[in-house]
């Protein structure tokens, strides 16, 4: 059984500690490591996305990180209960035009008993910006 801390029940540490980990994983923009934090049978509303399952997320961000060049994401802690978590985030990248864009929304988590993601589903925006408006 794979697990993966912290665990629920979230307190506000541990929730703290799972966001800053996510943000870390996909900083690192690999597949390979982002996809261990979910089930095997994940599920996703990305965007106007549906994926399901942990192989079906590498892929996805695999094409991701191919299109979204240069990218850097901070993640927020906005709410936490026993085994749920909302963050809102944002990130900067550049389309291979070398167009930059700032994209922001917000992600629902939710976590089965070993601490990995069975539910995400995340609303995202995107704002055409020029590269000397970047923050991150």
């Known amino acids: 059984m794979e697990i ?3 665990v629920p029940p979230f307190n506000y540490d541990s929730a703290m500690e799972k966001v800053m980990l996510a943000e870390r994983a996909w900083n690192s923009r690999n597949p390979e490591v982002v996809c261990m934090a979910y089930t095997l049978n994940t599920e996703w509303r990305n965007r106007s996305e549906f994926i399901s399952g942990r192989e ?3 892929v ?18 906005w709410a936490f209960t026993d085994n749920r ?11 291979h035009q070398g167009q930059w ?5 917000n992600e629902l988590w939710e976590f089965d ?12 925006n995107d704002l055409a910006i020029d590269e000397k408006d970047r923050i991150l």
């Open 4 to 6: 993966k801390n912290p």
């Open 113 to 124: 008993k070993c601490g990995l993601m069975e539910k995400r589903f995340a609303s995202i």
């Open 56 to 58: 079906a997320v590498k």
């Open 60 to 77: 996805f961000l695999a094409n991701k990180w191919e299109n979204e060049l240069g990218y850097k994401l901070k993640k927020e802690l």
């Open 101 to 105: 864009f700032r994209s922001f929304g």
């Open 85 to 95: 978590i909302a963050v809102r985030f944002e990130y900067e990248w550049h389309n």
